[in-house]
């Protein structure tokens, strides 16, 4: 199993279950259950070149939300949009969600999201986007996949939402933060860019990080997971502050 997710997806476990947290047998058994070779296959798709790089708007993404809605539905999540599985703003947003266990804590949300859009044709290039946001794009759909085949499901109800729009100035979350589907949101974890353990300060295989470091509480639960799971987990002062362009 790709390390890296193991560390996503005992976060979201975490949180979904309220603390106190440990992540047990049965957990770390559905855990296992994610598959390199399922990731792959879903990115193999969604970054092909029939989808012409999913820009927005365009048949490619539309295929795309098409592919992920299909996936959602495969792994039993209830349509969480306006229109089945798509929340209909300027475009699309997916989203379904897998309902919590807990009679009082189902009416609370943890979101998982990443976006499905990329930059699409530009002369005669195709920009396939497979890492940014591909990868966070299917492991959205992993995860989703797994978690609803737990037995008990997690306490909280979990929101799988993937964006459109996000390289023409993040609108599908935007839209998505006025129009949520869940009246209680605990917390949202963005998954970007994924896919790749290289970087331009060394390789970074085994690790994760998150935007925005010291701006959220999330970070310590984060923190527990990677403890949790042997992945480590590093605050980059390149991304340890607000960026310039968030509004
Ligand atoms: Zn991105």
Redesign the pocket.
């Known amino acids: 199993m790709p390390r890296r997710f193991t560390v996503l997806l005992a976060a979201v476990l975490t949180i979904a279950a309220a603390p106190p947290v440990a992540i047990t047998d049965a957990q770390r058994t559905v855990l296992e259950r994610i598959s390199a070779q399922s990731l792959e296959g879903h990115l193999w798709f969604i970054a092909s070149d029939l989808l012409e790089g999913r820009a927005t708007p365009s048949r490619g993404l539309d295929i795309a939300a098409e592919y992920i809605a299909a996936q959602f539905r495969r792994a039993g999540l209830e349509p969480a949009g306006d229109n089945g599985y798509f929340q209909m703003g300027a475009a699309k947003n997916v989203a379904g969600i897998l309902r919590g266990s807990d009679p009082q804590l189902r009416d609370t949300c943890v979101v998982l999201s990443a976006?499905y859009d990329h930059l699409g044709v530009r002369g005669d290039q195709i920009y396939n986007g497979a890492n940014?946001?591909g990868s966070g794009t299917v492991s959205v759909i992993e995860i989703a996949s797994v978690l609803a085949e737990m037995n008990p499901r997690p306490k909280r109800s979990i929101v799988f939402v993937t964006f459109y729009g996000?390289e023409l100035g993040e609108r599908g979350s935007q839209y998505f933060v006025r129009h949520p589907v869940c009246p209680s949101t605990v917390a949202d974890l963005n998954l970007?860019?994924v896919g790749r353990t290289d970087s331009t300060e060394g390789p970074r295989a085994g690790s994760a990080t998150l935007t925005g470091f010291d701006f959220t509480d999330i970070a310590p639960v984060i923190e527990e997971a990677g403890e949790a799971t042997g992945i480590r987990i590093y605050n980059d002062p390149k991304w340890a502050f607000r960026p310039p362009h968030w509004r």
Do not use: A, T, W
């Open positions: 976006h940014d946001d996000e970007e860019q």
